[in-house]
C-alpha cells in the first residue's frame, strides 16, 4: 500500500472478528513501533501486548465498550515518564514519544490489513491493577488489535485553512 493510501485507510475500528493475529504480523507490528523516534531516542515505553480471550471481564474494567476486548489481542502503550526527555523548562515529551510509537504500532497495522482504535478514555487505575503496571509506569493510550468486522465510514476533517497558518499567527 502506498503511504497516501495507508493514511487515508487508516480509521478506529469498533467493531472485531475473533479471528487470531498471525504471530509475523505481530512481529512486525512490534518492529514498526520499536523504529520510532522519541525525544533524545530515550525509548521510555513499554508495550503490552494482551491475548483477550478469558481475560474479556477484567479488560471492561478498563474500558467498557463491548467491542474492546473482542479484539484477540489489546494492546496498552505505557511511558515511563522519569526515564523520558525533559526539555529546559520542565516539559516531559513522554506523551509525544509513547503518541509516535503508537502512530507507527497503528500504521504498521494498517498495512498489514489489521484494525485498530486509539483508546484514551479509558480507566488508568483499573488499567494499572488490572495489567500489573508497576509504580512509576503510566498507561498513555491502548488499542485493539484485530480484524474489522465492519464497514469503513468517510471520514469528517476540518477543512485545511481551518487546522494550517502560514508565516505567522
Ligand atoms: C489520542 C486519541 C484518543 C482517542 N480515544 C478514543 C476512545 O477512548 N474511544 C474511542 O472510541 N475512540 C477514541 N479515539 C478515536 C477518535 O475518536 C478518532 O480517531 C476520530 O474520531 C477520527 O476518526 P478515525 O480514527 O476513524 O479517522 C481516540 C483518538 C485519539 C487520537
Known sequence: M??????????SVRAYKPDPVETEKLEQILEAARAAPTAANRQAVKLMVVYTQGREDELKRIYSADWFAKAPIVICA???PSKNWVRGDGKNYNDVDVSIVM?????????????????????????????GIPEGVEPIVLTPLGYADDKP??????KIEEIVVYDRW
Do not use: M
Open 2 to 11: 502506498d503511504f497516501g493510501t495507508l493514511i487515508q485507510k487508516r480509521r
Open 78 to 80: 505505557c511511558g515511563v
Open 103 to 131: 502512530d507507527h504500532l497503528i500504521l504498521q497495522a494498517t498495512d498489514l490489513g489489521l484494525g485498530t482504535c486509539w483508546i484514551a478514555a479509558f480507566d488508568p487505575v483499573a488499567a494499572k491493577e488490572v495489567l
Open 153 to 158: 465510514h468517510p471520514k469528517k476533517r476540518k
